[in-house]
């Protein structure tokens, strides 16, 4: 089994920084991809960030320039790194990974950012 565990989520002023971690069951060099989801109330989950196992990051436009996705592999955990946040910002953030055609998913951490 395959378990994606996401911790560093809170309550943040607007210009603050957060880290998130999400650690996952096994070695993260395995996974094809991984990377980050938020879904914010009365959206669609969206894209924050994505790592592909040939190394190619892609970050959404809302948060390019101020969120960093890395990772740690003797760890097993993958990271992003939050600045900048903006109330905009407010969601649940979920951990995604992907091996051998299948999606895998945390159980989400909510991040608040008030004005």
């Known amino acids: 089994q395959v378990q994606l565990v996401e911790s560093g989520g809170g309550l943040v002023q607007a210009g603050g920084s957060l880290r998130l971690s999400c650690a996952a069951s096994g070695h993260i060099s395995s996974f094809n991809t991984m990377g980050w989801y938020r879904q914010a109330p009365g959206k669609q989950r969206e894209l924050v960030a994505v790592?592909?196992?040939?190394?190619?990051?892609v970050y959404a436009d809302s948060v390019k320039g101020r969120f960093t996705f890395s990772r740690d592999n003797a760890k097993n955990t993958v990271y992003l790194q939050m600045n900048s946040l903006k109330p905009e910002d407010t969601a649940v953030y979920y951990c995604a990974a992907t091996r051998a055609l299948l999606n895998y998913w945390g159980q989400g951490t909510q991040v608040t950012v008030s004005s």
């Open positions: 790592v592909t196992s040939s190394g190619n990051t």
